[in-house]
């Protein structure tokens, strides 16, 4: 499986979908960023954002959700039932696959630094990527909230930030960046408005006042419903299940002569999480996680069997993906193998001295590759949409014309893209010539094939730009896609064969 983290920013916004729409859309506006949710809450005034996406986009990504937080967000007229600190209040990063907490921690410290700098917001890091103990828990590091934070922040010792001014931005207020394991959210109602009943049993639950360690609760008052909430994250649902919660709340109600009329889980939950409940409540006997459909055909190499790879799809008798998506690919393995040979660098005491020049080729290649992966299936996208443009009807002078503007606009579109690629491929190149020249020897045949596949993909792709532009009639656009095609092709030869020197050099 591939490299995956996810990130789930709070954004102290319920009210107003346009905005939350607005803070979405800079975040997908990173190539490769998948969102995958998105809750707003109108009586929290409070927004769950979650999306997934490769490591090396994951910084850039919540950091345009930031920014336009800071934009559209006023902190000095916020209010709102939840705990909130600022604009983005929180902002958590989870590993998913093929990534350790070392991995996260070191997202969390980029961004918090990204955040910092360049929009002057207090950063306070906490869970797994908190510089002391005092500030692991987030309800620590939010006390006192957006005012009290900016009330002490300058005077306060123990307020400084890890990241960004000790002063608050008065309008996106301060934020708490983390890494964490997956958490469930999840909230149960009572049928009844009595908030005082809401608070007794939020405190039943809650770690803080002697309930299960792994659970934060808080009682809320849902005006537009007339009821109480226990809202809730479980920090740790293996350690502390749904089921035993939802059982506790349950139990703690009728003592009051209130019922839990029902509960919703905000935002993603991971499946163990919910399996884990049906079993409680099934009462099922010899139940197996193996017995899930899903859970089997994954175990299995369902992924391998039932869907086609990119190697079938190449394969078959489907033009695209054709060539440019393949130069992409191979591309992508370039900028892989270059940073897998600064990570074999990086942490060898006798590479020390050119440890920040293995971290800077690191980040850079582990980002071309995720670029280079979302243009292999751009490419293909390319190439139907010239397809589509030729389906165009043409019964008359007003249809032809239309179809012919669409095909030409397309097939810039297609030669574009593949030059595009070749400059990623580039770039690929230029960072592998550093771990070549500077990165462990034990390695320097990894960075010889990263250089032979590297200049493929620049070559491959050049393919493609120039059989597209034989269809395309503005020469102006020729000319100077052509003229750029043959510069970057030219560099890419070169940085080629000073690697190979390098390789060759040192076996």
């Given at each position: 499986m591939a490299k995956l983290v996810e990130c789930v920013p709070n954004f102290s916004e319920g009210r107003r979908p346009e905005v939350l729409d607005e803070i979405c859309k800079a975040i997908t506006s990173i190539d490769g960023v998948i969102l995958l949710d998105k809750e707003m809450d109108p009586d929290h005034n409070r927004a769950v954002?979650?999306?997934?996406?490769?490591?090396?986009?994951?910084?850039?990504?919540?950091?345009?959700?930031?920014?336009?937080?800071?934009?559209?967000?006023?902190?000095?007229?916020?209010q709102g039932e939840h705990p909130r600190m600022g604009a983005c209040d929180v902002c958590p990063f989870i590993p998913l696959s093929e990534m350790t907490i070392e991995d996260a921690v070191e997202l969390a410290n980029k961004l918090g630094q990204k955040v910092g700098d360049e929009l002057s917001i207090p950063v306070y890091l906490?869970?797994?990527?908190?510089?002391?103990?005092?500030r692991r828990n987030l309800a620590k590091v939010r006390t006192g909230e957006y005012e009290g934070i900016r009330d002490s922040i300058e005077t306060d010792k123990s307020r400084k930030p890890d990241y960004g001014p000790a002063k608050m931005n008065l309008k996106a207020g301060s934020t708490a960046i983390g890494v964490r394991f997956p958490l469930v959210a999840f909230n149960v109602y009572l049928g009844t408005n009595d908030k005082k009943i809401a608070d007794k049993i939020a405190d039943a639950v809650r770690s803080l006042r002697g309930g299960y360690r792994f659970v934060k609760a808080l009682g809320f008052e849902i005006k537009e419903r007339n009821q109480v909430q226990i809202s809730m994250n479980l920090v740790n649902y293996t350690k502390t299940p749904i089921f035993r919660v939802f059982e506790t709340i349950k139990s703690e109600a009728a003592r009051y002569g209130v019922p839990v009329t029902s509960s919703e889980i905000i935002g993603l939950v991971p499946n163990d999480a919910m399996l884990a409940v049906s079993d409680f409540y099934l009462r099922l006997e010899n139940f197996s996680k193996e017995q899930i459909l899903e859970e089997k055909l994954q175990s299995a190499g369902g992924a391998s069997t039932v869907e086609e790879t990119f190697y079938d799809e190449v394969a078959s008798s489907s033009p695209a993906p054709?060539?440019?998506?393949?130069?992409?690919s191979v591309g992508a393995l370039s900028a892989a193998l270059a940073a897998m040979v600064a990570r074999l660098t990086f942490s060898k005491k006798q590479y020390a001295s050119v440890k920040d020049d293995m971290a800077s080729v690191r980040d850079a290649s582990d980002k071309l590759?995720?670029?280079?992966?979302v243009l292999v299936e751009t490419d293909k996208e390319a190439f139907n949409s010239v397809m589509d443009a030729f389906a165009l009807p043409k019964g008359s002078d007003e249809d032809i014309a239309v179809r012919d503007k669409a095909i030409e606009e397309a097939n810039?579109?297609?030669?574009?893209?593949?030059?595009?690629?070749?400059?990623?491929?580039?770039?690929?190149?230029?960072?592998?010539?550093?771990v070549a020249e500077k990165g462990n020897e034990n390695s320097i045949t990894d960075a010889g094939v990263a250089g032979l596949v590297g200049l493929a993909g620049v070559e491959g792709a050049d393919y493609n730009v120039r059989i597209n532009l034989t269809s395309i009639n503005d020469k102006a656009f020729v000319d100077d896609l052509r003229s750029k095609a043959e510069k970057v092709k030219a560099e890419a030869r070169e940085i080629a064969e000073r690697i190979r020197k390098q390789v060759e050099s040192k076996l």
């Open positions: 954002v979650t999306f997934v996406c490769h490591p090396s986009l994951a910084v850039d990504a919540a950091f345009e959700g930031y920014k336009k937080a800071a934009e559209l967000i006023d902190m000095t007229t916020h906490y869970e797994d990527a908190a510089t002391t103990p005092k054709g060539g440019g998506s393949v130069s992409a590759r995720a670029e280079l992966e810039k579109v297609a030669a574009t893209v593949p030059f595009t690629v070749m400059e990623k491929c580039l770039e690929a190149l230029k960072e592998t010539l550093i």
